[in-house]
């Protein structure tokens, strides 16, 4: 079973910062577009940012600015460097592994807690 493992989920105070990774297997992560969602209490599902093995990156707007996704191939590593944190941002983080094709599976991370406080 392909496990995703994410760390770096903490609590911080608004305007602070974290960096939240994710390991892959190197097959997964090699072909696999490579993402974090995020999920707050009552609310959907959202993308946050995506990567490819390519490097091209989307953001959701609403941390446009202040979210960079990146990824480290030696490592196969994909991490997440949140800066100038809102309370809004509070959710269960998640990363994710997406082939965009019916023929793969996505695979999840288990999720990481994130908490900003005001």
């Known amino acids: 079973q392909v496990q995703l493992v994410e760390s770096g989920g903490g609590l911080v105070q608004a305007g602070g910062s974290l960096r939240l990774s994710c390991a892959a297997p190197g097959s997964i992560f090699r072909l696999y577009v490579m993402g974090w969602y995020r999920q707050a209490p009552g609310k959907q599902r959202e993308l946050v940012a995506t990567i490819t093995s390519g490097g091209n990156t989307n953001y959701a707007d609403s941390v446009k600015g202040r979210f960079t996704i990146s990824r480290d191939n030696a490592k196969n590593t994909v991490y997440l460097q949140m800066n100038s944190l809102k309370p809004e941002d509070t959710a269960v983080y998640y990363c994710?592994?997406?082939?965009?094709?019916?023929?793969?599976?996505?695979?999840w991370g288990q999720g990481t807690q994130v908490t900003v406080s005001s």
């Open positions: 994710n592994a997406d082939r965009g094709s019916s023929w793969f599976k996505a695979y």
